[in-house]
């Protein structure tokens, strides 16, 4: 997949391309080979039919003036001690990978061809840096062009992503985070690069996850500023997104984590449990500007969806997602691929809200970790029907998780905690000889805590919960 450079990245190559360089002078002082100033010569400068004949009849030749051979380094070794020399190098040998597919192959036949590139990411600390943020795009499009598998590219993988983690997460340079976004796409073409990827999703998906928080008008932690923005009437339009995130930079970003997806049968589940995926794609959706961004969402959701049914369908129903489907489909949609994953993800969604019950609705809402004012909290005939049941569920699961949610603050949605109090005296009233397993996992005890809570609803819900737990104490005495 190829993508125009990042507009920063390419006027940087533009302005080292216009820069004269004193090559004789270079060669003079031995500061590179008049061999390897006749091979530079010779692709400088000229046409790019020109410049790809002359490689093409000549790869080891390039191969060699690149990578170099025992005896004779190559001309990024050589020219380490000359700045202007190497940032001129490393564009040339971009510009050469990206015109002659062939090169990137030859260079592979060298046993470590990143030996003297690696080096160069640590040039400095500055991260506006040419000859890092250079040998970044180098590395990527010559992993991307090569498809080659290797110990090599293995070992260096990891530290080109760290690399690239540190544009990633600087919130103050949209056009550093977008250069990191697009190398990131280049170099997942492979499933062991997205396994890589992942397993150092702390530096790589994490800082992505917080561009589309971003974009989405949430907050960075708590997943209940997501579940607030999924109740909100919003729609699309360019002028929905927040923070200041550009289309260019959300595309990427999208296109990113839509490779990524293609392994969610081993990841949708983590990702939907450390990132809220499910939540914040649902939202993105509602505010997605453009088709190529709406087209990237809904392929992302129906990878996911399609991999983990069971976990994450009732998360996506909890979001409101088929609803805003509908919503979606009145839309005015051209693209073919868009509309059969619109459809796919409808069809899926239907077929699933077609054998759930309100039990499983309720159990789905709980795991989730966040709790609404859905319809069976309130439901009395719910509460006869399936207390018990929620009790023994999975060996005691669903208090326990309760329990979890209730030892939040929840500071920024304290209807979560008033919920948790009503289910709670539900639980207590339809079956009072459980309670002691409920007082186990210390629900008595938090319950009586936010008595003393800020907020009235809590307060209120909270007298209710406990007035239940001492009527049944006082009869069983």
């Not at 396994?195 to 997943?223: H, M, Y």
């Not at 260019?248 to 990841?267: G, M, N, P, R, T």
């Not at 997605?288 to 992302?300: F, Q, V």
Request: hydrophobic residues 40%.
């Amino acid at each position: 997949m190829s993508l125009d450079p990042a507009p920063y990245l390419g006027s940087l190559q533009n302005n080292i391309r216009q820069r004269p360089i004193p090559w004789d002078g270079a060669a003079r002082a031995g500061t590179i080979t008049e061999a390897q100033l006749a091979k530079i010569r010779a692709v400088d400068k000229v046409r790019k039919e020109q410049r790809k004949q002359v490689v093409e009849s000549d790869l080891d030749g390039y191969r060699i003036l690149f990578v170099g051979e025992p005896g004779n380094p190559g001309v990024l070794e050589s020219a380490s001690r000359r700045s202007d020399v190497v940032q001129y190098i490393l564009v040339l040998l971009g510009d050469l990978l990206q015109g002659v597919p062939a090169l990137a192959k030859a260079l592979y036949r060298d046993s470590d061809p990143y030996r003297h590139l690696i080096p160069l990411l640590a040039h400095s600390t500055n991260l506006e840096d040419p000859i890092p943020l250079l040998t970044s795009t180098v590395l990527a499009t010559l992993m991307a062009n090569a498809h080659a598998a290797s110990p090599a590219t293995e070992n260096a993988l990891p530290l080109i992503l760290s690399y690239l983690c540190g544009l990633a997460s600087n919130a103050n340079d949209a056009g550093l985070q977008d250069i990191a976004v697009m190398d990131y796409s280049s170099l997942l073409y492979s499933q062991t690069n997205r396994q890589l990827f992942w397993k150092q999703r702390s530096e790589t998906v994490a800082p992505l996850i917080d561009i589309l928080r971003k974009a989405a008008g949430v907050g960075a932690e708590s997943s209940a500023s997501l579940w607030s923005a999924n109740t909100s009437s919003r729609t699309g339009g360019i002028e929905g997104l927040s923070g200041g995130i550009g289309l260019q930079l959300l595309y990427h970003v999208l296109l990113v984590l839509w490779q990524l997806s293609f392994e969610a049968e081993d990841i949708g589940d983590d990702l939907n449990d450390e990132y809220d995926i499910i939540l914040l794609y649902t939202q993105l959706l509602r505010l997605s500007p453009k088709e190529k961004t709406t087209r990237l969402l809904l392929s992302t959701l129906h990878n996911l969806l399609e991999a983990n049914p069971s976990t994450l369908l009732p998360t996506a129903v909890l979001a409101r997602l088929p609803g805003l489907l509908q919503n979606v489909s009145g839309r005015h949609l051209t693209d073919p691929d868009l509309q059969e994953d619109l459809g796919r993800l409808k069809e899926m969604l239907e077929e699933y809200q077609k054998t759930k019950t309100t039990f499983d609705e309720y159990v789905a809402e709980v795991q989730s970790g966040h709790l609404r004012w859905s319809p069976p909290h309130r439901h009395q005939v719910f509460w006869t029907e399936n207390a018990r049941k929620i009790l023994e569920f999975e060996n005691g699961e669903i208090p326990r998780k309760i329990a979890e949610i209730m030892a939040k603050p929840w500071e920024n949605d304290k209807a979560v905690l008033a919920i948790a109090c009503n289910d709670v005296g539900c639980l207590v009233k339809e079956v009072p000889e459980k309670r002691h397993q409920l007082e186990k996992l210390g629900l008595k005890t938090r319950i009586m805590e936010l008595m003393q809570d800020s907020d009235e609803n809590v307060r209120w819900e909270s007298l209710r919960a406990l007035g239940g737990w001492l009527k049944y104490s006082f009869e069983s005495n």
